[in-house]
């Protein structure tokens, strides 16, 4: 069973910067579609970026340029650095994992859905005021 627990969350001003981390257990084959989530109050769960096996990435265009999704194999971590954040981007962030494509991402991020997605972490919370 796949565990993901993410950490780095927070309070930060407008303009400002945060980094999540998502650490990642009990893989077996290591081959995973990896992909950062947000959800707001009262709005759709949003993919916003995504990484590959071989670290090929895609992002939703509101925040191509301020986010970036990586990741250290060695240490079994997820990250997402979020730079020149603002407050629309207060939600609760999800780190998400499936190896339904073999280490592959498919399909259009902007479409993906709860579904998609085999596993979750808890979730944690980003919180920018203006």
């Known amino acids: 069973q796949v565990k993901l627990v993410e950490s780095g969350g927070g309070s930060v001003q407008a303009g400002g910067s945060l980094t999540l981390a998502c650490t990642t257990s009990?893989?077996?084959?290591?081959?995973?579609?990896l992909a950062w989530f947000r959800q707001a109050p009262g709005k759709e769960r949003q993919a916003l970026a995504s990484?590959?096996?071989?670290?090929?990435?895609t992002y939703l265009d509101s925040v191509k340029g301020r986010f970036t999704i990586s990741k250290d194999n060695i240490k079994s971590t997820l990250y997402l650095q979020m730079d020149n954040l603002e407050p629309e981007d207060t939600a609760t962030y999800y780190c998400a994992a499936d190896d339904g494509g073999i280490g592959y991402c498919f399909g259009y991020l902007p479409l993906w859905e709860y579904s998609d997605f085999k596993y979750w972490g808890q979730g944690i919370q980003v919180t920018v005021s203006s």
């Open positions: 990484i590959d096996t071989d670290g090929g990435t």
């Open positions: 009990g893989s077996t084959s290591g081959k995973y579609c």
